[in-house]
């Protein structure tokens, strides 16, 4: 550890040193401000997000002690930036993305998030999780679903001011209708979505939302192909029946949020028949239609995104993704973006140094045909893992994925945590979910040979349980 | 942009290439997982925060590929890492602090956070931004409320059962009580509690919480000490009124959440007797006291957390933190801990990045005396504002401050907007707040020459708005 701290505060002195040793002696103004170069950079964001808030766009290199330059090299003597106390160095600097992002925000949004946008979306919002995205894609689901209430007519006086006390209508009876046995966050708006375990939970108030049943598939879905069509039909009629009792009941669903396969939850797949029939629902009631990628987004399932899976073109009104994509976030469908700035807002936004990380990411990716590469490696793993079902058919069941995202089940949950520890005794990785599956979760460099090498630690352990 | 951009390429193309030329051939196990090190690692960040969760510490630099390695040298084929999936360089590893956290962490968390810990508080929990700190905050006081309740029992299988569809007793009616003009965040929970703009709130569902009244005081305050007493004793009569309503309405008070300044509502201020009897009140109803430092932490008071002014030895349960601090994240007093892990929870709880850039920063405040600089600025300051308020007296009021943190009321909306656009055509940045106030919030090395620059530009503005 120490030559590592070492490095570090070489790093962070140095930057401290520039600090100390310069500073400008004033303001110097070259443009009005917002200058041609700010504009011109506001315009493009504006295809991409929301840009009501923002000031101008920041030369952060240029920008000193209390001095803050702007793209137009206007040079600024800054008495509210809260966000970088002290220029330490270009990583110290968080940008307050909504109000002043760096230059090159709107270069690397294109060449990062914007190159793997869903089919149908072209805007992007950043935040710094995937509890805060999942929170403002409700929240714009919200906006949108009042605003079509409204007719798009401004907010009336009595919406403005009950909103300030949590009162109706300024703060709606609005619902979103979730799935048991989903997740999508802790936050108190998501966690009111999130239904895979009690101890997420247990204790913190909650909002009377509708919840649907999830199906309950057999697996390998193509051996029962009719009872899980009967089943995937009560699932989808039920979703029907809690939207009109909650309309009913004065909380009209203003979207639906379900992730593509359920992870938390237990690996729960559904057929990409049961999606596009659940996306027509929400369309016929006016529902908006929220895809959670969080956790199977970014090429585990051998697509970039799960839904793509479903071959539509139009799968969704929101995706929200973090983890794998390094920074949180949603795309989103024109309509779906808050018609006011300030309304899908906070300080940081995201992290657009998480950008320039990612965009790396997706040359690799398409450098070394991963996706490829996680089909090739998936399919090899759960033929695996069927194979080893036919052999202990008393402790194995259910083997599923799609690429390199799979499960299987085990016989109860002790032999399950049993498993899990004697394959890290071995070296091996292996992780829970829901009440008694082993999940698989490989990073997309995960090769055939690697495959081979976890299932023969798999058999080992296996043969030492049975 | 072309240079910075190559260099980013640079630095990622080179981790990449490692990556390629270089995995380990298979696993290699040292000791029992979690080993020796681990064990010790995990007792002392035990200290510090909830370690239900960990499985082991990690030695990041050394793991590659598909291999994670520990810090006992246990090299494992890695089946779960969601977190870090192509090791593209030690940045690109956002990892699962609450699971797998780095070596250094604990080390880092004593340099940085804990060493500006507030007063009777020894532990913090980091998450990734201001909003996900307060709602995090609001978790842990319904558990720490709930277990009181229950007699520090452990939940009934109705708990258990009916937290999984949204409803009471699992999900119980709690509220946080809040104060009208307070901000803190914009996620569902946190924005319950959020009264200083409609546009924060407008279309979103919200909690039945109580509100209640902030004190509105007169400036100075030392001028008008037997009004603001009046007024302050008004709004605390207030408080205890909602706290015993809210009980009788089935929905008790499980945390009161104030701003030491309510900061994005106006700057408004109260007084150490106020804050004192507030802090006694929530004790005497066994309510936790939760107070948010996002905005007002970091030094910019004149002390590192503007709550010390008050001068208490004991003077909350939970401080929440973000912006100035680099990481979002709160301090809580050892009862406040949630009692099992995966309680107070997600995946990245934060950045560990951010530590090691708050540890310099502390660095660079104490070497450089920065409170003590920012004491003495701002005094210049507010004495120029009261000076500028005397000789502009239709246009200027209520200037008020502590440290640099200060603010000053303009005759109306309008007025106020054209001063900051004029002022920022002279070079100077300036922030609105509330209805009508200008506020400052200067970086901590704004010196006294920065104050004198400042004023004569502002004096200018008013000058050519008489």
Chains 1, 2 share one sequence.
């Not at 401290?16 to 964001?45: I, N």
């Not at 290199?61 to 930036?81: C, F, I, K, Q, T």
């Not at 270009?90 to 294109?110: C, H, Q, T, Y």
């Not at 390199?404 to 520890?421: Q, V, Y």
């Amino acid at each position: 550890p120490v030559a590592r701290q070492t490095s570090c505060r070489y790093v962070s002195k140095a930057a401290a040193k520039t600090q100390m040793e310069f500073e400008y002696d004033g303001p110097s103004m070259k443009t009005e401000v917002p200058g041609p170069r700010s504009k011109e950079l506001t315009k493009q964001l504006g295809e991409m997000q929301n840009v009501g808030a923002i000031n101008f766009f920041c030369n952060y290199e240029e920008s000193r002690g209390n001095y803050l330059v702007d793209v137009d090299g206007n040079r600024m003597l800054d008495y509210r930036h809260l966000l970088h106390p002290y220029w330490l160095s270009a990583f110290v600097n968080r940008p307050a993305l909504g109000i002043m992002p760096p230059e090159n925000f709107p270069e690397k949004l294109s060449e990062s998030l914007l190159s793997v946008a869903p089919s149908g979306m072209s805007r992007v919002q950043t935040m710094a999780c995937g509890s805060c995205s999942n929170e403002n894609a409700y929240k714009a689901m919200f906006i949108w679903y009042r605003n079509k209430e409204r007719g798009h007519n401004i907010p009336s006086d009595e919406d403005m001011s009950s909103c300030m006390i949590n009162q109706s209508p300024g703060c709606p009876d609005l619902s979103i209708l979730s799935f048991m046995g989903g997740f999508h966050g802790r936050t108190m708006g998501c966690l009111a979505t999130t239904h895979s375990k009690a101890i997420h939970k247990l204790d913190v108030p909650s909002f009377d939302w509708p919840i649907a049943p999830f199906p309950k598939l057999k697996y390998p879905l193509e051996e029962f192909k009719r009872e899980n069509a009967q089943e995937e039909a009560r699932c989808l009629e039920e979703v029907e029946d809690l939207i009109v009792q909650w309309r009913q009941k004065g909380r009209p669903v203003a979207g639906i949020v379900i992730e593509p396969i359920q992870a938390e939850g237990g690996d729960n797949h559904a057929t990409p028949d049961f999606f596009k029939k659940l996306r027509n629902i929400a369309r016929k009631h006016g529902s908006a239609f929220h895809v959670d990628e969080v956790q199977t987004g970014g090429g585990a399932t051998g697509k970039f995104w799960a839904h793509e899976h479903w071959g539509m073109d139009d799968p969704a009104d929101i995706v929200s993704f973090s983890k794998k994509m390094l920074t949180g976030g949603f795309y989103h469908k024109d309509e779906l973006q808050a018609d006011k700035a300030y309304r899908i807002f906070n300080t940081w936004m995201g992290d657009p140094s998480k950008n320039l990380f990612l965009a790396e990411v997706l040359n690799v990716i398409r450098r070394e045909n991963l996706l490829e590469e996680v089909t090739r490696s998936g399919k090899t793993l759960l033929q695996g893992l069927y194979q080893l079902q036919d052999q202990y058919p008393n402790m194995l069941s259910s083997a599923r994925g799609q690429g390199t995202f799979c499960a299987i089940d085990i016989r109860d949950d002790a032999t399950r945590n049993s498993i899990i520890l004697k394959a890290r005794d071995k070296g091996v990785l292996l992780g829970g979910c829901g009440e008694r599956s082993i999940r698989f979760r490989p990073a997309l460099v995960f090769k055939e040979y690697h495959v081979h090498m976890f299932l023969n630690v798999f058999s080992d352990v296996l043969a030492e349980h049975n």
